[in-house]
Structure formats: C-alpha cells, structure tokens
C-alpha cells in the first residue's frame, strides 16, 4: 500500500492544498492519503489570536470530506494528541509502525522541500518515506527544486519527486488570512471552510448570522453537513425557488428554507437530543426511536435561533420531513422540493416532478403516499403527521372534511 501524508500548519486550508492532494493521489498512485494538521509546528510560530489546533483540525476535516473520496482521504488529529513540538520524524515513526507494509510518501510545499535539511532528523525522515513536492507556480519548477532532490538524494538517499501542478491556485495561508482580514478570499477556500470561518468568527472575518447574505448563509449550512449532501442541499434550493415562482410563494424565504432545511441532519442522536431539550420539542415515542426523524425539527430551531429565519420558514423546515395535516403554502413548496429535487432518482419521481407544477396538493399528496408505501414496504413504522397530511389532502381533493 502507497500512503501519502500531507502535513501542515493549514490555517487555514484551501483549494491550493486540495488541489495538490488531488493531484499527488493520482501522479504518485496513492492506495491512501492522510492530511496530518500540526499542533504546534517547530519551523514557525503561528499567529497569535488565531484559531486553535482543534479547530484547524476540523477545517481540514470539512476541506478533505469536500474531495468526496472517503475510502481514500482521510484526516488524523495525531499531532495534536502528542504532546510538544510537532516533529515529522516522530509522526513518520508512528505511521510507519501503525502500518509496517505501507510505503510512505510526505508531501510538502517548495518551501520546506528547499529546507529539509535543516529540520530534525532528517536522516529518519528520508529513511521512513519518499519525499515529494508540489511546485506551485512556474517559477517554482526550475533548477532550483532539481538541484535540491539531487543533493537529498546523495546526502540522505532520498527517494524524491517534484510534482508540478497542471491547476495552480497561487496563494499562500498567509495572504489569505490578510485577504479574510480585508472581507475577501473566499474563492480561495471550499465554502463548507468558508462557513465555518463565519460560523466561528475566524481570521477576521465578522458577521451577524441572522443577517447572513445568501452565499455565505449558503456556506454555513454546507459547514455543518457532510460534503456528499451538499448536492441535494443545493438541489431542493433550485428546486423550491422554481415552486415558489410557480405558485406565488415568496421565493426568498422557499430559498433560504430549502438552504437550511438539512443544517442539523448528521448530528448524532444525542446531539439531537441536546438541541430538543435545549428548544423544548416534545418527542412522541417513534421520534424518540428514530433520528431520522428528528433534524427537521432540529434544524428548524437552529435556523431561527442562530440564524434568524422567519417563523414561517422555521415552520417549513420543521415539517419537511413528515408534512401535516393543513400545511401552507410555503410548507408544500419545502416538502415537496425535497422529495423531487433534481438529485433524487427513485420509480415515480418524473411523474412527481410533472405533477409539482400542475397542482401543487396532488404532488403533496402523491408523495405522501409514496413515503408511507416505502415505509411500509421496508417494514417500518409511519409517522402520524403523514397519514395526518395524507387525509388532508385526500379530503381536500374530494371536497369533503377529514373525519
């Protein structure tokens, strides 16, 4: 097995070290490729006011899930777990005995290939893995980087490689962090890092959260999800924005409903469980057994609490997963969005999605039939609030009053 380690102060990380972790992955044909964030770097002191190592690691944790390769990239808070200086012989040392068969391969910027003489242990360092890195502009690929390998390979008996990259996003951590200071820079950065940065009020960067703009609110959401659910996130945000035209809701709040609608969906149960006790949701005894059913009302008090959504928004989200009997407008629009976004791929979703736009309560009412079939096929319990909306509907239909 190949096994790259990208280590680094990554503060924060961006689409420079993505970039390169992508591109190492295919040139070296790695089997796995671990970013290993330092917790206190013995090359350079880091800028005081910063954010702590727990909170780089979770940026990089956001920038590595957001190259959606999970069973290839991963993420290790080792050197924050080990106390003292952050040396790459030691880590090195302890990979190598965590996976005795791998060949291992540290991936580094010009600037510590240039000085890796000058680090401790370099002898162990070139002894436990080949050393690579990326040149990341022209300048950077010239006799300077060659004439560097040659003498680590006669002095050390380095195994090198000077990888230069097809993509280059020329910018340092340190000129970000100036740009984040200044309001700019967020092209440089994955938006789930972006989000968090704004969520955590890192490197400058200062908003009110109730009165986020669109992109960044959009930013903050993906933050807080895995990077595999953000396509669908974005999908029922077309998708309710289009409904909204369509039957006269208003499309900013069928947008900003449909951003957050997921915004708690991979807490754990216990966490769902904090934020009900925190918010006073009373729990029936299915949603007390299944979480699944739980970040619709979680996410809702999360985005009028922290993010300042109208009640009527939170009202949307709250039902989008289970619907009710009597749902507004704005509540259909959610529900069904979610159900028929463009992403969704299931027998009878083309007919959904024609339905949606030729009468919105039968689009409704079709996919509460088909949650309550799937269910019941997969030998699970119904939500109430379902059958609830179902009957509704049903009864709406026919001109007659539930009973």
């Not at 206190?40 to 954010?51: D, R």
């Not at 380095?158 to 200044?182: G, M, N, W, Y």
């Not at 299944?290 to 609490?305: E, I, N, P, S």
Request: overall charge negative; aromatic content about 8%; charged content about 25%.
């Amino acid at each position: 097995m190949k096994l790259g380690i990208y280590g680094g102060t990554f503060n924060p990380p961006h689409l420079g070290h993505l970039a390169a972790a992508q591109f190492a992955l295919d040139a070296l044909k790695l089997d796995q490729l671990e970013f290993v964030p330092a917790a206190a770097p013995p090359h350079k002191t880091l800028p005081e006011g910063g954010p702590s190592a727990e909170q780089r690691l979770e940026m990089v944790e956001l920038a590595a899930d957001g190259l959606l390769l999970p069973k290839k990239v991963s993420v290790s808070g080792m050197e924050l777990h080990r106390p003292g200086k952050s040396y790459t012989a030691d880590t090195l040392e302890q990979l190598q005995a965590a996976n005795p068969e791998a060949e291992l391969w540290l991936l580094m910027g010009t600037d510590m290939f240039l000085t890796l003489q000058n680090w401790r242990e370099p002898e162990v360092i070139t002894r436990l893995a080949g050393i690579c890195t990326f040149a990341r502009t022209q300048s950077d690929s010239g006799e300077l980087l060659e004439t560097q390998a040659r003498y680590l390979q006669e002095t050390f008996g380095a195994r090198t490689c000077v990888l230069q990259l097809p993509h280059i996003v020329d910018v340092s951590s340190t000129q970000l962090r100036e740009l984040l200071a200044q309001g700019k820079g967020q092209a440089y950065l994955s938006p789930a890092v972006y989000g968090y940065i704004i969520r955590q009020g890192l490197y400058g960067v200062h908003y009110d959260l109730k009165q986020l703009p669109d992109r960044e609110l959009r930013a903050c959401s993906y933050s807080m999800i895995r990077a595999k659910r953000i396509a669908h996130v974005q999908g029922t945000e077309e998708e309710a924005v289009r409904l909204a035209q369509r039957w006269g809701a208003d499309e900013e709040k069928a947008r900003r409903g449909a951003i957050l609608h997921d915004c708690t969906k991979y807490l754990t149960m216990e966490e769902q469980l904090q934020l009900c006790r925190k918010y006073g949701i009373v729990l029936d005894d299915l949603e007390q057994q299944a979480v699944k059913l739980l970040h619709a009302k979680t996410g809702a008090c999360v985005a009028r609490d922290v993010y300042g959504v109208s009640d009527d928004v939170y009202e949307a989200i709250f039902w989008h997963t289970t619907g009710k009997a009597d749902m507004t407008l704005l509540e259909k629009i959610l529900y069904i969005a979610d159900y028929m976004e463009p992403n969704r791929d299931f027998p009878g979703v083309e007919r959904l999605r024609t339905l949606a736009y030729q009468d919105l309560d039968q689009a409704v009412l079709a996919g509460c039939e088909m949650s309550i079939q799937e269910m019941k096929d997969r030998g699970l319990p119904v939500h109430p609030n379902t059958v609830r909306a179902r009957e509704w509907l049903r009864s709406k239909s026919s001109g007659k009053e539930p009973c």
